[in-house]
């Protein structure tokens, strides 16, 4: 299994408790980690990256204990790398390879292939050429999980990968994670608060709201009764064409 949670818990200094007795696996699949705002999805993922101390329960990550700095893991945070001038998006995967400087000059000939081949991968080959700031939102997504990519990663967390994305980009950045995850054959884990676009293309789903957690199968998560016991509000869910549309009621 890519993960393995047992009765997780984590409870901040100010009494806010972001997860409450969490258990779950992970396997080789797309996993959507989904609820509003201060649920914590990013508590979640930043435990899973070793980054916060962890209080009750235990956490394998491909089989070993949660570990800071973890190379099997691909990693996107909510703020992407900075759209510095000048700085352009093939510089930012070099940095990842050799933190010391930008550039390529210092590279080897695998490590330029290794570049090559995750910009290859994800349609960004001549984007990466162009300065950042010079960047749409849904194409520098395209670098920054190229970057992620770097090193052959198992798992891959990427933390609302569509925020501030138009609907056409959201959709196109679902379409490139689902193919990516099939072409490598790795675990995908998705957070979002906006669910409508990340729902088709999940295989299974974890709901957190006001402490609690609902998992399982897209289909048999996203129901408007299972929703409305979670949230503590009336939820409607419309399925058409293969996609969900969930809002308050």
């Not at 570049?115 to 395209?142: F, K, T, Y």
């Not at 293309?201 to 929703?227: S, Y």
Request: hydrophobic content about 50%.
């Amino acid at each position: 299994m890519a993960l393995t949670i047992t009765g997780l818990s984590k409870t901040y200094p100010n009494g806010v408790r972001a997860l409450k007795n969490l258990s779950l696996t992970i396997g080789n699949e797309m996993f959507g980690l989904l609820g509003p705002n201060g649920a914590g999805k990013t508590t979640l993922i930043r435990t899973l990256l070793g980054l916060i101390p962890k209080l009750g329960g235990t956490v394998a990550v491909l089989g070993a204990p949660v570990r800071r700095g973890d190379a099997r893991i691909g990693y996107l945070p909510q703020t992407g790398a900075a759209a510095v001038p000048r700085l352009r998006g093939v510089d930012v995967l070099a940095a990842s390879l050799n933190g010391q400087r930008l550039g390529l000059a210092r590279h080897t000939a695998a490590d330029r292939a290794a570049i090559d081949a995750v910009l290859d991968m994800v349609g960004a080959a001549d984007l990466a050429q162009r300065p950042l700031a010079s960047l749409s939102g849904g194409e520098r997504q395209r670098v920054l999980i190229a970057q992620a990519l770097l090193g052959k990663p198992r798992l891959l967390l990427l933390d609302e990968p569509l925020a501030g994305l138009d609907p056409r980009h959201q959709a196109d950045i679902m379409l490139l994670l689902r193919r990516v995850q099939r072409e490598l054959g790795m675990t995908v884990l998705c957070s979002a608060h906006d669910v409508n676009v990340l729902l088709p293309a999940m295989d299974r789903v974890l709901f957190l709201a006001g402490g609690g957690a609902v998992l399982g199968p897209v289909a048999q998560v996203a129901t408007g009764p299972v929703l409305s016991r979670l949230y503590g509000t009336p939820i409607d869910v419309v399925q058409a064409g293969g996609h969900f549309f969930v809002r308050a009621a």
